[in-house]
């Protein structure tokens, strides 16, 4: 990686860039690790490349002293810059407390407690931040053409694709007794990058492909779905309509195979976000949107109720991943981290107890803790923004930019939503290529004047 990366940095900006974007993903993928254990963490390869882009576009911005940013997205990178600020003002908190306070370990299945200290981990985790706001708006002002966003938006797919066929063939070792080659994408460091080892505890091996975990596989796939629906509709395609179709049948397949809650959930999530999306850019009718979504639900509940009464194996993962997700195991240790984060937040309600010290196992109650209302308010009021401007400029327009901004604003949506139920991943990429990519394509283009016709003579 390091002879590419650099080839990149000196030779062509726009393969930097492709790199990073297509690595994004690959959460359990690193560059380089440090620690061992428990204690160990990993520079992912997304970060590598997309650390070399930024830093060949910052060198640029010096050259011609340009620094400004474009106008179409300033409102929302302005929200996104007052949340860093909070976010750093909050790191006061922990030397205010200054081991007053016992925080419980990060770890799953560790009860352990430990005083709260300003440690290096909170100067590491605002880096993060920093690193991921400085990403999402660098992806939104580079995506503003038309000619960039479709070129993201192939890359990107791609990786989903090539992400599924290593799905796939981690499935395939599973089922086979082969043994799984996770030496090559999940080398990862990192405590939390051992997902490929996960089973659902009845005897189903899970699939988390190049991600940490199944869960963020998952929820990498949900968000990039919405890419593939117009090629369904005939409105348009990423590649072609018989490719884009390909690509999101398998994405769902792999969906399935992960066994994963969050990918359930989200696909749940979408169908309901769809059609609001379907009938605000008058796609479908009011009559042809609730037809069709009695009948698919009806089809879906028909086929779960006779697949888990017939097979044993899908009624165990209904049962493990679905029903008793949250009755024992991993799912009680994620409700415990976040009853005590919320206490947490309770004792010091402004700011939290500083960005990085809490643990909890979802979005809202991650943010209260670690920056408290302050921070929460404003990163809500970013994310309000850039949603808010997506929907109010949809429309039934077929042109590139329409479908993109619908696609993105889907994926943001189904994103969000599916965080609400699991550790918020602001430490991985694809969060904020997500959120780059919905601001470059949320603001609304002006309409074209019409030119006027010359008077007509006396």
């Known amino acids: 990686m390091l002879p590419v990366g650099l080839a990149g940095l000196f030779l062509s900006k726009k393969w930097l860039y492709r790199l990073f974007v297509f690595w994004t993903l690959f959460s359990a993928s690193s560059a380089a690790n440090f620690g061992e254990g428990e204690n160990g963490s990993a520079l992912q390869v997304w970060m590598f490349f997309g650390f070399l882009w930024l830093f060949r576009v910052g060198l640029e911005h010096i050259s011609t002293l340009s620094f400004s940013i474009d106008r179409r997205i300033l409102r929302p990178c302005l929200w996104l810059i007052t949340f860093l600020f909070a976010a750093s003002i ?179 999530i979408l169908a309901i976000l769809l059609w609001p999306s379907l009938l605000r850019t008058r796609t479908v009718s009011i009559a042809r949107a609730f037809k069709f979504t009695a009948v698919a639900a009806a089809a879906v509940l028909a086929v779960v109720a006779i697949a888990a009464s017939s097979i044993p194996v899908v009624s165990r993962v209904v049962n493990a991943a679905l029903l008793n997700k949250y009755s024992g195991g991993s799912g009680l240790d994620r409700v415990w981290s976040i009853g005590l984060a919320f206490g ?45 401007a997506s929907w109010r400029s949809l429309d039934s327009s077929v042109f590139p930019l329409s479908l993109s901004r619908s696609a993105w604003f889907l994926g943001l949506a189904v994103f969000l939503c599916t965080s609400i139920f699991i550790a918020f991943p602001l430490a991985f990429g694809n969060f904020w290529i997500v959120l780059g990519m919905a601001m470059s394509t949320g603001w609304k283009a002006e309409p074209a004047l019409t030119p006027m016709r010359p008077p007509l003579p006396a």
């Open 90 to 268: 909050s790191l006061i908190m922990p030397i205010y407390i200054n081991g007053t306070l016992a925080i419980s370990s990060p770890n799953l299945f560790d009860n352990s407690e430990t005083p709260l200290y300003f440690t290096s981990h909170n100067v590491t985790q605002l880096l993060y931040l920093i690193f991921g706001v400085a990403i999402a708006i660098s992806v939104a002002h580079h995506n503003l053409p038309d000619e960039h966003r479709h070129e993201t938006e192939k890359v990107i797919l791609f990786s989903a694709l090539f992400l599924s066929v290593w799905g796939l063939l981690q499935f395939f070792c599973n089922s086979t007794g082969i043994p799984y080659p996770d030496y090559i994408f999940n080398n990862s460091g990192s405590a939390s990058g051992k997902g490929f080892t996960e089973t659902l505890g009845v005897g189903v091996s899970r699939i988390s492909s190049a991600a940490v975990e199944p869960s963020m596989f998952a929820q990498s796939l949900i968000t990039l779905l919405p890419l593939t629906l117009p090629a369904w509709l005939r409105r348009g395609s990423v590649f072609s309509v018989s490719v884009d179709r390909l690509i999101s049948v398998l994405l769902l397949v792999l969906l399935i195979l992960s066994t994963s809650s969050t990918a359930y959930l989200g696909l749940l």
């Open 344 to 388: 947490y937040f309770q004792k010091f309600p402004l700011l939290g107890i500083g960005w990085g010290s809490a643990t909890s196992h979802d979005m809202v109650v991650k943010l209260l803790s670690n920056v408290g209302i302050v921070g929460t308010f404003t990163f809500l009021l970013a994310m309000h923004c850039v949603m808010r």
